[in-house]
C-alpha cells in the first residue's frame, strides 16, 4: 500500500525516532503534520519543527511544522485542526512524544513525575482522543501507533530503578490496548512499537551514556521501517499488537538487519529497557531459521544490557 497522499500526525517528530518515521513516510508522498515543542535549536537536543519539516520535503513529502505541547488540550485540539484544514484530515497518529528521567523513587521530583506522566500517558491518551473523530473519518486504512514498550515486559525488574518512567511509558501501552477494543469496529487499528536495541538517538546520548552507548545500538530508520510496514497492513484485521521491531521485520521477511547498526559489522548489540529475555530468544530463532534457508545476515547478537 502506498502512503502518497496519506496524511500523518506525528508526536515529537522533530529529531529521534518520530523524524525518522516521518521521513520514511514521506519518501512515499505521505503528508505529515509535526507536532512537537521545539521551535528554536537547542545546542543539546539538534532539531526544530522547521529543520523535520525542510527534510520531509527534501524526501519526497509535504510537511506542517506546528508548535505544539501535547500536555495543553488547547494546542492539541490547535494542531489537529490545523492539519485537518491543510490536508483534509488525518489517517495515521502516531503517538511518539515521551519524557523521561532514569531516577529512582527519592530522586524524582514531583514535578519530574507530573511531567512525564502529562506527557507520555495523558497525553497520548489526549492526542488520540481528539484524533480519532478524524481518523473515523479517515478512507485510507486508519491506523494509530504508539511508541511504547510490550505489556508482556511488566515486570518487577524493569520498574524497580525508574519507577516514574517505567509506569508513565506502560500507560501508553495499556491507553493502545484500551483504544485496540474500543477502536476495532470502526476500522481503526491501534499497535504499539519498540525497539529491541538501544536506538542512536539525541536523547540516548544525553542521558544513557553518549556514543558508546549509541555505538552499540541501531539508527532509527530501522523503527521507521517497521512502522511504515504497520501503516500498510489492512487496518480491519492488524490491531492491538505490542510490536518489536526486530521480530517484526524478520516476520516481514527482512534478514539484513546490519544496515541498520550504527556500527556495521558490530557483534555485540545492546539491548534496550523493557525487552525481556523471550524476545532475544524469538529473534534468535528467527534468524538460524533465516541462515538455515540460506539468508545470511551479519546482523549481531544481543551481548549487552543497558
Given at each position: 500500500m502506498s502512503l502518497k497522499g496519506v496524511t500523518i500526525f506525528i508526536t515529537g517528530a522533530s529529531r529521534g525516532i518520530g523524524l525518522a518515521i516521518a521521513r520514511r513516510c514521506a519518501q512515499d508522498g505521505a503528508n505529515v503534520a509535526i507536532a512537537a515543542k521545539t521551535a528554536q535549536p537547542d545546542p543539546r537536543l539538534p532539531g526544530t519543527i522547521y529543520t523535520a519539516a525542510q527534510e520531509i520535503e527534501e524526501q519526497g513529502g509535504k510537511a506542517l511544522p506546528i508548535i505544539c505541547d501535547i500536555r495543553s488540550e488547547e494546542q492539541v485540539i490547535d494542531a489537529i485542526q490545523k492539519t485537518v484544514e491543510k490536508f483534509g484530515g488525518i489517517d495515521i497518529l502516531v503517538n511518539n512524544a515521551s519524557a523521561i528521567s532514569l531516577t529512582d523513587t527519592p530522586s524524582t521530583t514531583v514535578k519530574k513525575y507530573d511531567l512525564m506522566h502529562a506527557v507520555n500517558g495523558r497525553g497520548s491518551w489526549m492526542v488520540a482522543k481528539h484524533a480519532i473523530p478524524h481518523l473515523s473519518k479517515s478512507k485510507r486504512n486508519p491506523h494509530v501507533l504508539m511508541i511504547s514498550p510490550p505489556l508482556?515486559?511488566?515486570?518487577?525488574?524493569?520498574?524497580?530503578?525508574?519507577?516514574?518512567?517505567?509506569?508513565?511509558?506502560?500507560?501508553?501501552?495499556?491507553?493502545?490496548?484500551?483504544?485496540?477494543?474500543?477502536?476495532?469496529?470502526?476500522?481503526?487499528?491501534?499497535?504499539?512499537?519498540?525497539?529491541?536495541?538501544?536506538?542512536?538517538?539525541?536523547?540516548?546520548?544525553?542521558?544513557?551514556?553518549?556514543d558508546a552507548v549509541a555505538s552499540i545500538g541501531r539508527k532509527p530508520e530501522m523503527m521507521a521501517e517497521a512502522a511504515r510496514r504497520i501503516f500498510a497492513k489492512k487496518s480491519t484485521a492488524f490491531s492491538g499488537h505490542n510490536l518489536i521491531d526486530d521480530l517484526f521485520l524478520r516476520s516481514e521477511g527482512v534478514t539484513d538487519m546490519d544496515q541498520y547498526s550504527v556500527m556495521p559489522g558490530n557483534t555485540d548489540l545492546g539491548a534496550d529497557f523493557f525487552v525481556n529475555p523471550e524476545h532475544f530468544d524469538a529473534i534468535e530463532q528467527q534468524r538460524l531459521a533465516a541462515k538455515e534457508r540460506g539468508e545470511q545476515g551479519n546482523e549481531g547478537k544481543f551481548t549487552s544490557k543497558l
Open positions: 508482556s515486559a511488566i515486570r518487577e525488574d524493569w520498574f524497580r530503578d525508574h519507577v516514574a518512567y517505567s509506569i508513565s511509558k506502560f500507560n501508553m501501552s495499556m491507553v493502545a490496548l484500551g483504544l485496540a477494543g474500543e477502536l476495532r469496529p470502526q476500522g481503526i487499528a491501534v499497535n504499539t512499537l519498540w525497539p529491541a536495541s538501544v536506538v542512536e538517538t539525541a536523547a540516548v546520548k544525553n542521558l544513557l551514556g553518549g
